[in-house]
């Protein structure tokens, strides 16, 4: 179980280093819905690891972490649904 851990912990890290790469090197737009499910899906893996491990300083913050890309993710799914004219607008 702890190499199970671990594998998830290394691959949250590398996902987060990864959206903070590709954002800062402008390969990837900050508002977009792939870096909020990279930073999502990173955090996620590094909350299961530190949670299991008690660092929950550590989970703490990627629980946080994790909230705010759920928030950014619903604030993308709003915005795009209010570009996309309903069926009852184009008739």
């Given at each position: 179980?702890?190499?199970?851990?671990?594998?998830?912990?290394?691959?949250?890290?590398?996902?987060?280093?990864?959206?903070y790469y590709?954002?800062?090197?402008?390969?990837?737009?900050?508002?977009?819905?792939?870096?909020?499910?990279?930073?999502?899906?990173?955090?996620?893996?590094?909350?299961?690891?530190?949670?299991?491990?008690?660092?929950?300083?550590?989970?703490?913050?990627?629980?946080?972490?994790?909230?705010?890309?759920?928030?950014?993710?619903?604030?993308?799914?709003?915005?795009?649904?209010?570009?996309?004219?309903?069926?009852?607008?184009?008739?």
């Amino acid at each position: 179980m702890d190499l199970l851990l671990d594998v998830i912990g290394w691959i949250g890290a590398a996902l987060l280093l990864t959206g903070y790469y590709l954002v800062s090197s402008s390969r990837m737009n900050g508002d977009a819905v792939p870096y909020q499910l990279v930073n999502l899906a990173g955090s996620v893996g590094l909350m299961v690891n530190s949670a299991y491990y008690a660092a929950w300083p550590s989970a703490g913050l990627n629980l946080v972490w994790a909230a705010i890309g759920v928030v950014a993710l619903v604030k993308l799914a709003r915005l795009a649904a209010a570009r996309t004219p309903s069926r009852t607008q184009e008739q």
